[in-house]
């Protein structure tokens, strides 16, 4: 197996990561849908196990034009929603009073594109495996529905411990190109696994906390094993302001009925 990895390491050894996302988020009582693009470029290869294949100081091996670029749509359901905020979870709209939970449903949509100057699989090792055909571009779709669970615990008024857990599988799609655009395609069954923490101070001015994401896609091409992981923690610090009050329960706003899909609901 290859790690392919992006962390905070020595350049000298390690290389450069470059990393930009960007994303935007829409909420109803029982429905969060999401839309995300990032693009990393810069990522190394080490080997962790076969070591008749690796070098003699068994250094990583650079990739700084590697880049891959990730586009996805999800929704996520919410079946207890008059309990549990999924709000609070994503950009602390709600902040929740009493410990809750709820059963989450979701779909979600991913492409993702990669390509390189040279071959994304060390040449040693395509050797080695001549079946991933010494690919320069990848591209990748997947389709998932998970089923899971979320549940807040409010430790005090004002602060709460949330955990969530959803599990699913789906249809993904994978073309691998050579430098001269010849493909391998791939067609088969894959499996996802989302984890999430949070610690989160909701107050009446000022919210603050942090949210951690855990993704991971895996499935069998063959013989190959094919791992991807997403992680992802938020530190954040956020103000409320007094005109978003407009959009609470009391409010004129609440008798519109199209509008109270999508209200800002104060606390649970």
């Not at 994978?174 to 655009?181: D, G, L, S």
């Not at 923490?197 to 993704?215: K, M, N, P, R």
């Amino acid at each position: 197996m290859t790690d392919m990895g992006s962390h905070s390491k020595p350049i000298d050894l390690y290389g450069k990561t470059i990393f930009k996302s960007f994303g935007i988020d829409a909420a109803t009582k029982k429905w969060w849908y999401r839309i995300d693009y990032s693009r990393t470029k810069g990522f190394y290869a080490n080997r962790l196990k076969d070591t008749s294949l690796t070098n003699q100081n068994n250094d990583p091996v650079l990739f700084p034009r590697l880049s891959v670029r990730r586009v996805s749509v999800s929704g996520l359901y919410v079946a207890n929603s008059q309990k549990y905020s999924h709000k609070s979870w994503i950009n602390q709209w709600e902040g929740q009073r009493r410990s809750a939970g709820s059963f989450l449903t979701q779909w979600n949509y991913f492409y993702t594109f990669s390509s390189a100057d040279t071959v994304i699989i060390p040449r040693l090792y395509v050797n080695k495996y001549p079946e991933l055909n010494g690919f320069r571009k990848a591209k990748i779709h997947n389709l998932m529905l998970q089923a899971g669970y979320g549940h807040t615990f409010v430790i005090k008024h004002k602060l709460a411990l949330g955990i969530r857990m959803l599990l699913g599988l789906g249809y993904q799609s994978r073309q691998f190109i050579n430098a001269r655009e010849r493909s391998t395609s791939t067609k088969n069954i894959g499996g996802k696994v989302d984890v999430g923490l949070s610690l989160i101070h909701t107050g009446e001015v000022i919210s603050y906390g942090f949210v951690a994401d855990f993704t991971t896609l895996s499935s069998k091409i063959k013989w190959l094993s094919y791992n991807t992981t997403f992680s992802e923690v938020l530190l954040f610090v956020g103000l409320k302001f007094k005109n978003i009050r407009l959009a609470t329960d009391k409010s004129k706003f609440s008798k519109i009925k199209w509008f109270k899909r999508w209200m800002i609901d104060g606390d649970l």
